[in-house]
């Protein structure tokens, strides 16, 4: 099968022809029809993130089960399934506790070695050697992953557009829901507009958030953001955003979403939030980085400061699911670029350029 080889740190996205996977017990074996395009592999690409080499990237996909191993029982040949970024386990003790986006197995072995939870990985080039898996390495034609990480596409989903379900909007709905206890009505602030941003506004409205502030520096970013359900936007190289956002939301936000992961935005984002008001954090930031906040109005005030990774692929999947199947929710609104397998390379590259707004895609099987 071919897929996009990344053979060392900062190498480029090369076209390889690998042997063809085989999916063990609870795992499944999808065709993969996309790929979305997540700055996420930028940091195991550049390596600012440990990771072994030569590495298939690419963590967000949809595609269609083409074999199962043994024990995968809700899932079955030919049916369309989005793919999520974590992949868990189901045993361990975060797993069975319901915090699976904590899952013990798929940071031990996937995110440190890039295997699979038998310590091995599922690809081989054509000499027989390994070639290392970021989640289930979806810049692939075929892709083996947990079964539990994957879940059916509802009726009416575009196939290949819903890949970008398992990691953007994954993450905006577990940074929402999970850590953030969204309400309906609630004030919404998102500092960072980029793919997991806008994911979180259009997820927000969705869920019924009142006024959903975006906050941003690029103009065209904000203009997607409003397509998308932002009520307002700031453009914080023209205009003081704390001071802007308190005054549009009349004090502060109920709770704001932090999705740059720079010191900066750090503190504006705990400035933003209204009295007793949360502060959920998801932007990543390279390893060792710290962030100021101002000591005493987080305690007087009673700000609360959350950090949040990803979702929980065996509920929340279903639900975003079924606010695509409603209407609430439309994935292909937030992907700007479409391109194949063979310019993954070109597509990675706009994006370490800051050329790529909402999500890229990359489309692999044409005939999805």
Same mark, same amino acid.
């Given at each position: ?26 795992? *499944? ?7 979305? =395009? ?27 089960? =083409? ?14 399934? &989005? ?27 996937? @995110? ?24 289930? /390495? ?5 892709? =083996? ?7 059916? *596409? ?13 990691? #953007? ?7 929402? =829901?999970?850590?953030?206890?969204? @309400? ?5 602030? *998102? ?23 975006? &906050?941003?520096?690029?103009?065209? @970013? ?17 205009? #003081? ?17 932090? /999705? *740059? ?7 504006? #984002?705990?400035?933003?939030? /209204? ?24 305690? @007087?005030?009673?700000?609360? &400061? ?63």
């Amino acid at each position: 099968m071919r897929a996009a080889v990344v053979p060392r740190p900062s190498g480029p996205f090369g076209i390889a022809d690998l042997r063809m996977p085989r999916p063990g017990p609870g795992e *499944i074996l999808v065709r993969v029809a996309a790929c979305g =395009v997540c700055h996420t592999d930028l940091h195991i690409h550049d390596g600012s993130v440990a990771f072994p080499f030569p590495a298939v990237l690419g963590h967000e996909i949809s595609g269609t089960v =083409v074999d199962t191993g043994a024990g995968v029982d809700h899932l079955s040949p030919g049916q369309s399934i &989005v793919g999520a970024f974590i992949m868990p386990c189901g045993s361990c003790a975060m797993c069975t506790s319901g915090r699976e986006e904590l899952c013990e197995p798929f940071f031990a072995h996937n @995110r440190l070695n890039g295997t699979l939870y038998d310590g091995t990985t599922r690809l081989f080039d054509a000499n027989g050697d390994p070639v290392w898996m970021y989640s289930m /390495a979806g810049l692939a034609e075929y892709a =083996v992953m947990p079964a539990l990480g994957a879940a059916p *596409i509802p009726s009416g989903g575009h196939l290949r557009d819903s890949a970008i379900l398992g990691c #953007a909007f994954l993450t905006a709905y577990g940074a929402l =829901v999970h850590v953030g206890e969204l @309400r309906k009505s609630d004030s919404v602030v *998102i500092v960072g507009a980029g793919g997991v941003g806008l994911s979180a506004v259009a997820v927000a409205k969705a869920l019924g958030a009142g006024r959903i502030v975006a &906050v941003d520096v690029a103009d065209d @970013r904000l203009g997607t953001a409003s397509r998308l359900g932002a009520t307002d936007t700031v453009n914080a190289s023209t205009t #003081a955003p704390v001071r802007a956002v308190r005054d549009i939301t009349g004090g502060g936000a109920r709770l704001v979403v932090e /999705a *740059i992961g720079q010191p900066g935005t750090f503190r504006q #984002a705990t400035e933003m939030a /209204a009295d007793g008001g949360r502060c959920v954090m998801i932007g990543i930031a390279p390893a060792g980085r710290t962030a100021e906040i101002e000591i005493t109005r987080l305690v @007087r005030r009673k700000i609360q &400061v959350c950090g949040s990774f990803g979702g929980r692929p065996r509920q929340d999947l279903a639900h975003l699911g079924r606010l695509v199947a409603d209407g609430r929710l439309d994935p292909g609104a937030l992907i700007s670029r479409r391109f194949p397998l063979d310019q993954a390379d070109q597509a990675y590259r706009l994006l370490s350029e800051g050329k790529i707004v909402g999500r890229a895609l990359i489309e692999i099987d044409p005939d999805a």
